[in-house]
């Protein structure tokens, strides 16, 4: 089975000292405590010391007992805010004698306002599938460390798997989630992490009906809780306040923080995504938020007094693509969908205004949203709609392939993830992108290297392309296109070398030459895109192809 056999590759990248491979997920993080899920694939005795100094660990848990494969949440509680933490575990066979201890780790507790800190965003891993592939996405994560951010937040489409939605097991799930395990781990031992629904999770309201418990939608959130900590209401955290069924309890799903002078809200698209739960994927009046977390929501938005806000969500009304277009319609925007009629009053009575309008009225500054696979940023009414790219496509190009039409400013292609610098007087983005090593070249393509970069606040706003993305190019002419037989590119300027790719909507390529003559005969109709890489600078034009 493809899933058993990644986990056990996977397991590898884990943390070997001794022959006990570990994982640590930090999670939760407050102003005074921190969640650790830690696993051992051994029977495994062990301490967690910390301390505020590198190197000193004045503090330590009693003995915890742990048994093989099975993740254990602990949390070190009276901790001092604003402040910053290391730790390591001690940790032995049950019944041994001596301690081994692992490398040092840290973490940040809550920022006090007026703190500046970093935070990251992913979006769309997809590793269960042949969009998303391993190595790229170790890179992704490797950049996102280096990074230093107080903690990341991943948009959805990260476990999967809802192709097989009706015949998937609760075993195949517990390995599409530990499957992530050993690739977090590699980072989130110090990079606290917060997750955030897709819609190949499965975690929906027409999913639920299917036979419970034994359907997709409990059994992954059983086994996503099992794996990762995600929050639920207290002190620190608002959210969800519901209790489910079958073992699963408060499904930690959508909640709220503050940190520094941000207020962070993550939604949730998918779980009572129908109006009446009928629909496998809603569309127009029928997607929804639901009632309680609308009134969460906007109760939440417009109660904090935070300098920045920031709201997250897999995708503006769950299945379409595309941002500020759907950010005028249906329960979102207010409008049907000719974009002239409003009738949020009529399909939403009592609600009182819109998702944008509560947006707009309560100060978000952005919102970040993933499912489309690429980079893209647009502004509606003063709020940036922040598209994030995929972590882990090795090809850069899916989303522009197959969604790219859908935005209507800024679309990049590129593999990467968004970093976030919040200070007092203003929020830097960055898209930081990723490459494979075989294909960095100096002076065009480097990892980390910004593809886009913008700036809110007292600084003037900006927008600021970056690393070779200004396309297409004029020296560059497809003829004919549409075409049904032979394309001939025409490059108008002196080169030396030249190759040629056609990738399809998918994001695969199925045609490569060296010479500017494609024979694309063969080639199904529909939308392609031809990469042109000549003397090492790159670039992309769609090409139509009609029989």
Known sequence: MKYARKILLLWGISFLVNAQK??????????????LSVLFDQNIEYQIEYGTQSGSYPNKTSLLSESANIPKEFDLEGLSKNTRYFYRLQYRLKGGTSFTASPEYNFMTARDPGASFVFTVEADEHLYDKKGVDNMYRICLENQLKDKPDFMLSLGDTFGDDHNATTITSTELKTLHANYRPFLANICHSVPFYFCMGNHEGENNYYIKQSPPNNLTVQATL???????????NAFYSGNQEVEDYGVGNPENYYAWTWGDALFVVLDAYRYQSVDGSSEKPKSWDWTLGKKQYDWMRATLEGSKAKYKFVFAHHIRGQDRGAITNAKLYEWGGYEGDGKTYSFDKNRPGWGKPIHQVFKDSGVSIFFQ??????????????AYQEVPMPSDSTYEIGML???????????????????????????????????????????????????TYTLGKAAPSNVVLANQLEPKEWLTIIPNPSNDLIRIQINRNYQKATFSVYNQLGACVLKSDTPELQVKNLPEGSYVISAEIDQEITHQKILIKH
């Not at 570990?22 to 969640?35: A, Q």
């Not at 790219?404 to 898209?431: C, M, W």
Request: charged letters at 25%.
């Open 22 to 35: 570990f994982s640590v997920i930090l999670g939760r993080p407050t102003d005074k405590s921190m969640t």
């Open 223 to 233: 086994w996503r809780k099992y794996y990762y900590p995600n929050p639920s209401p």
């Open 370 to 383: 993933g499912h489309d696979h690429l980079f893209a940023k647009e502004d509606l009414d003063g709020i």
């Open 402 to 452: 197959a969604n790219a039409d859908a935005y209507t400013a800024n679309q990049l292609r590129g593999t990467g993830h968004i970093r976030v610098a919040v200070n007092p007087e203003s929020v830097k983005v960055d898209f930081v992108r990723a490459y494979l090593p075989a294909d960095v070249k100096i002076g065009v393509r480097q990892n980390q290297e910004i593809g886009f």
